[in-house]
Nanobody
């Protein structure tokens, strides 16, 4: 059974950086990619980006391109989300999730979710 645990959230000021971690336990053999998602208060959960586990292909949504970077450390079984130049609109609970079906950010593709970590960007 795959388990994902996010950490690294917190309160930062606009323009600052934060690095989130997604610790993965269990076998990823049958999983296709790890995605990062976020949900702001009163809004639907949206995908931020994903990394394919087979070839490390990475994709992001337009609003975070150039600011957010996804990476992985296989030795630590961890996927990271480095967030730079944070904006108040980045405030949300951030989740990582595993997808055993296909590459993409459709919520329905992901069947294992972490508990989330709060990111608040405010001055």
């Amino acid at each position: 059974q795959l388990k994902l645990v996010e950490s690294g959230g917190g309160l930062v000021q606009p323009g600052e950086s934060l690095k989130l971690s997604c610790s993965v336990s269990g076998s990823t053999l049958h999983y296709y990619c790890i995605g990062w998602f976020r949900q702001a208060p009163g809004k639907e959960r949206e995908g931020v980006g994903f990394i394919k586990l087979t070839d490390n292909k990475i994709e992001y949504i337009d609003s975070v391109k150039g600011r957010f970077t996804i990476s992985r450390d296989n030795a630590k079984n961890t996927v990271y989300l480095q967030m730079n130049s944070l904006k108040p609109e980045d405030t949300a609970v951030y989740y990582c999730a595993a997808n055993s079906l296909n590459a993409g950010l459709g919520l329905g593709l992901y069947d294992v979710w972490g508990q989330g970590t709060q990111v608040t960007v405010a001055s």
